[in-house]
């Protein structure tokens, strides 16, 4: 176990359908980033929160909104998705996103989206 | 965009073999790590290496980093069937936190 958790583990849905995943971090980390992992591809990062701000958003698409309430939640909500966004979304946290330190990031198992 | 780029892109070893994976990245980096991961599943860190080391051990992993070449590789010695796994190469650029991962090199490891 790595500290990071992430809920659901594994997800089917329509492309209307709205759904939200989860995740949490017991590593008392400031920084936490959404990854997508399709299959043949780089590690695409996604959103980055730093100290609950959000410091980066990598050309997302607005079908993907992502939340983060305090330091030790991250959420990723879902709506209209499209079935070339079926991939594995990672969760990470890392101490901080200070360049100045080392950031050795803290991956969740992840959530297997499938889009129909 | 991708800093890192591992090499080969697939291993198949014995089980007791040396297993070395490279890593080859593009601009100034603070750091390098390595991760590993199995199938399905998050990864984890194995190693980080400064811009200013050279070489760094952790059991049977072994990480060299030469800056003047942009490379890096991982050498895991006396691998087993549990080694089997992917690994990922990440770099930061200078003046970022974030780090850049690679393709990753998959690696299996035969009983």
């Known amino acids: 176990e790595t500290g990071v958790t992430q809920t659901p583990r594994h997800l089917v849905m329509g492309m209307t359908n709205k759904k939200s995943l989860k995740c949490e971090q017991h590593?008392?980390?400031?920084?936490m980033y959404w990854y997508k992992q399709s299959a043949k591809k780089p590690l695409e990062l996604m959103f980055v929160y730093n100290f609950k701000e959000q410091t980066e958003n990598n050309s997302v698409p607005s079908r993907f909104s992502p939340e983060c309430p305090n330091s030790s939640h991250l959420f990723l909500h879902l709506h209209t998705l499209q079935p070339e966004d079926s991939a594995l979304y990672l969760c990470a946290s890392s101490p901080q996103g200070d360049r100045l330190r080392d950031n050795e990031q803290f991956f969740g198992p992840g959530t297997r989206l499938t889009v129909l | 965009s991708q800093q890192g780029e591992e090499d080969p892109q697939a291993l198949s070893i014995q089980e007791g073999e040396n297993a070395t994976m490279n890593c080859s990245y593009k601009?100034?980096?603070?750091?390098l790590q390595w991760y590993r991961q199995n199938s399905g599943r998050g990864l984890v860190h194995l190693i980080l290496i400064r811009s200013n080391e050279r070489e760094k051990h952790s059991g049977r992993l072994r990480v060299t980093l030469d800056t003047s070449k942009k490379s890096s590789s991982l050498l895991i010695t006396a691998s087993r069937a549990a080694d089997t796994a992917s690994y990922f190469c990440a770099t930061d650029q200078r003046g970022s936190y974030i780090p850049t991962f690679g393709r990753g090199t998959s690696l299996i490891v035969h009983p």
């Open positions: 590593l008392g980390h400031n920084a």
């Open positions: 601009t100034s980096i603070n750091n």
